[in-house]
């Protein structure tokens, strides 16, 4: 059985980073268990600490323990997980990866990357500090904000305007706010934010619009009224709506209620406008 939950940073990460995922199993290794993952938008660093992980999305998927980077991607694929799996999902907002790297995310391609790949100097030994802690989620969420932390201030890293402008986009899908927060042409924006983010600005803004709608299934209403839900997120209408919604989960939203449970990213979100217990 595998045990899916997402923890907000700590206050100082809240710019930088979306969320922490965990993923736990309790077997022995010996299941596989097939699991949907949804694009989010993400630059993410991915931390495998016990078990075997394959991401039907790559060649080179098959991942034991250890840190590695993927880019931000399009589409639903399968992971293949084993029953006695921990991993932790560093999810990076958008352009936050670029930033912190220097590394242009539109070149890096549907590939796992080892830090080593992508010449990031990362302190590796960290994985077997928290991996001694794996069993005391709140110790282990106590070291990723801490050594996140240290590594941000170390970096110097500092918001500036174009970053804060990306992170609206992304967390209210107002594409057209976007572009007019933005002093250069189109075609400038959208070379900019595929560099940067690895995503067209209009992509980014159906990311953002997407996860609104997983939100409020979650946890504003029990009886979803999908036509109400439509329109409240702007759709020009419940047909598009329906696409849209398709497109990223491979499934209708009457059908996704049905089996949710497929989808471990929707059964471990968080409420993002509150703060982590931990």
Known sequence: MLKSSMLIPHEKLKDWIKVFWFLEGDGNGNLINCQKIIPDGCATVFIVLDGEINFSLYKNGEMTRGIYVHPPVSKSYFAYVSDDAYFIDIQL?????YKLFNIAVDELIDTMYTLEDLSINFDSSFIEKIYNFK???????NELNNFLIDLFYKSDFNKNENLCNINKLYKDGDLDAFFKSQNLSVRQIERNMKKTTGLTPKFLSRIGRFYSILDYIKFREHDTKFKELAKEQNFSNHSHFIRE????TEATPENFLNINSDFPQYQGLCNLREYSKY
């Open 93 to 97: 907002n958008p352009s936050v990866f």
């Open 245 to 248: 919604f398709k497109s990223l």
């Open 135 to 141: 069993h005391d989620k709140t110790k282990v969420y």
